[in-house]
């Protein structure tokens, strides 16, 4: 994880509680239906540790476990923090440096977020876009006092498949598609594109593999 300090001293609490009883079980069952969903790569895959880390990810937000243990936990600020990003918005973000600031945009919602100062994973993203398109990183920002922050477990979209996503996101639009509906569709794509070397962007990035309306 590459957000704030204090974020991830909260971030690996939460997901060492939800390891352990009462809620293991529960966060097992929530992570492997995300890989039913999403794609669930070879063990010994380069993408197997990052999918896990959206896995949890997704646990935590989407099965609303942070909003769970967060609340048991005693420290004020720790608390806080926990209920903010159970609220973390999920989207396809690519960084831009706007002077000093930051920006997170949203090819999806077309929402823009300031991001903290100390955030690591937007401003890699920015330093790389300086010199080539900033690359799609599908992932949850999450408000802070000091700015927004790109929550763990991102998964990059190939910069070649930038077109195709946006002609996906337009007709996810038109068919009046929810969030996540469309967020776990295009990770389905990704990982059709990743664990196939023979698949073309344009085969994998496709308008006709969304599913159906909500």
Known sequence: MRVTPPLRAVYDELVERAARPPF???A????????ERCGRPD?????????????????LVRGQLALEIGAELTDPAERA????????????YVFAELGDVLVA???WSAAEFVLAARDDVGREMAATGRLAESPMCEARVMATERGCAVLPGPVFHPLDARQHVHQVLAAAHER???????????LKMEHTWHTL???KVTY???????PDAD
């Open 204 to 210: 994998a990035y496709r308008a006709e593999l969304l």
């Open 28 to 35: 097992q069952a929530l992570r492997d239906r995300f890989l």
């Open 24 to 26: 293991s079980d529960r």
């Open 43 to 59: 063990p010994d895959s380069a993408a197997a540790g990052a999918r896990d880390a959206a896995a949890w990810e997704d646990a």
């Open 197 to 199: 070397s023979r698949v």
């Open 176 to 186: 009046g598609l929810g969030t996540d509906t469309v967020m776990d569709a295009l």
């Open 105 to 107: 945009h949203d090819l």
């Open 81 to 92: 923090a926990a209920m903010a990003l159970a609220h973390a918005q999920r989207g396809v």
